[in-house]
């Protein structure tokens, strides 16, 4: 199916939303006088014509919609922004050269540059690009399909120390072909495990997959979320080397979908409406959150969970939000589980400690409030 030839449908819009919030927290992280930033870099391999029929922005607009509060700022401070356009189709590069060419025109100090290349060599050409230590980048990889985010792929992103991505899959392939060679080649998930969990979940399976991929010892975060269409569920997996880049993608996404965090559909059958609240208070609680703060408390109890900084990972590992592990810990402080006491569990505290123990000298007076427990 070619969604560029009529109007985008409503999951490719919430598709489009939750790229478009991202962009939104991404840029002000490096267009400030303290990012010590002078290149920024945003690559989109599948960019389309840049809209569709209806003139509705696809993510090359969005981008350059999301760039119109900060050229001011990029020129204050020096910051090149770069942006990395590829179509493959010569028609829909036609259409893409023609919606960008205003915005060329209007600010020469963009580095724009589109390709009209296969994937395989637009990633081969411009992923050295994306190794650099100094620059950020943000990649958009918006396949229509399963068959170019391979595992090799996958492993360049993961390894492109400043890089943050966000790629499309379209999971319901997996459930009906996962068998044959073509698909296999690809992404290779046995049988068993796709029908050892619901349909519903197909993408959280493709998301372990691409999980157990990042190599031990390495820090890196993965999470996904899942679009339903019809009978058919399509999902963006997004991954990056730091916390501060995944806390925003899912502070986005359960803002946006505050009753699953991963999903524009109730992909645990929870029954969950906004706005209505059930007699019995363990009902308003999704299933997602219920399996965290059993693992939580497991995880604190066994003391594999020492700190407030162990929570804080765990959490994001998770798919889920300080908030969530701050309101389980209240809960284990009044089951007298854990001593009662100020936690801060939070990106900033995680940054605090992250500078303290790069510093040598003082690490002896490193602090990280610790999880006590009640008997302990």
């Not at 927290?25 to 389309?48: C, H, M, S, Y």
């Not at 170019?148 to 999971?171: C, G, M, Y």
């Not at 798919?319 to 009044?334: D, N, P, S, T």
């Amino acid at each position: 199916m070619d969604l560029h030839r009529e109007a985008f449908g409503s999951e490719t819009i919430q598709k489009l939303d939750l790229y478009r919030d991202y962009v939104r927290e991404w840029l002000p992280v490096f267009l400030r006088k303290d990012a010590w930033v002078k290149n920024i870099q945003i690559f989109d391999f599948f960019a389309g014509p840049g809209h569709d029929e209806d003139g509705v922005p696809g993510s090359p607009l969005i981008t350059l919609e999301e760039l119109e509060d900060y050229w001011e700022i990029a020129r204050k401070y020096g910051v090149q922004i770069s942006l990395f356009l590829n179509e493959y189709d010569k028609k829909k590069y036609q259409l893409l050269l023609e919606a960008t060419e205003p915005i060329r025109c209007e600010h020469p100090e963009l580095d724009l540059v589109i390709e009209n290349l296969d994937f395989a060599d637009a990633f081969k050409k411009w992923s050295p690009l994306m190794s650099g230590k100094t620059t950020p980048a943000l990649a958009f990889l918006d396949q229509n399909g399963v068959k170019h985010i391979t595992p090799e792929v996958f492993n360049t992103i993961v390894h492109a120390p400043k890089t943050d991505s966000l790629f499309f899959i379209s999971s319901s392939y997996f459930r009906r072909f996962n068998q044959s060679e073509c698909f296999k080649r690809y992404i290779d998930i046995p049988t068993r495990e796709l029908l050892r969990r619901p349909y519903a979940e197909i993408h959280r399976i493709i998301l372990d997959f691409f999980k157990d991929l990042v190599p031990d010892n390495h820090e890196y975060y993965l999470a996904s979320f899942s679009f339903k269409k019809g009978a058919n569920i399509y999902g963006l997996i997004f991954g990056t080397g730091h916390p501060r880049g995944i806390d925003k993608f899912l502070s986005s996404s359960w803002k946006k979908y505050p009753q699953t965090g991963d999903a524009n559909f109730d992909i645990d059958r929870d029954g969950i409406i906004s706005g209505q609240t059930s007699l019995f208070p363990e009902d308003n609680i999704p299933t997602k959150l219920k399996e965290f703060e059993r693992e939580l408390r497991k995880r604190i109890l066994s003391k594999e969970l020492r700190t407030n900084i162990d929570v804080y990972l765990f959490a994001l590992e998770s798919g889920c939000l300080a908030k969530h592990a701050k309101e389980m810990i209240k809960r284990m402080c009044k089951e007298k589980l854990i001593r009662n006491g100020t936690l801060n569990i939070s990106y900033d505290a995680w940054k605090k400690w992250k500078c303290e123990k790069s510093q040598p000298k003082k690490s002896s007076l490193l602090r990280r409030p610790a999880l006590w427990l009640s008997g302990g």
